[in-house]
């Protein structure tokens, strides 16, 4: 979030920045959000596999119990 709210605070400064030739801070905003969306995302999938976890192991568990009696 902090990357976009960057990007949207340089923009005023577009001018200023290519004279200086800094034009990709810019860039790097939208590199830096776009890498950060890629991560929530990862921990939000991960999150979700390792809630399952304990549950797919009681129903292998049952299953295979129930098999072996």
């Not at 959000?33 to 797919?56: D, S, V």
């Amino acid at each position: 979030m902090a990357w976009i709210v960057a990007f949207l605070a340089m923009l005023p400064f577009i001018g200023t920045l290519r004279d200086h030739d800094k034009l990709s801070w810019l860039w790097i905003c939208i590199a830096g959000f776009g890498l950060g969306l890629i991560g929530l995302e990862y921990c939000r999938r991960r999150r979700n596999i390792l809630a399952e976890q304990p549950a797919r192991r009681r129903a292998e568990a049952s299953r295979f119990g129930a098999a072996g009696d």
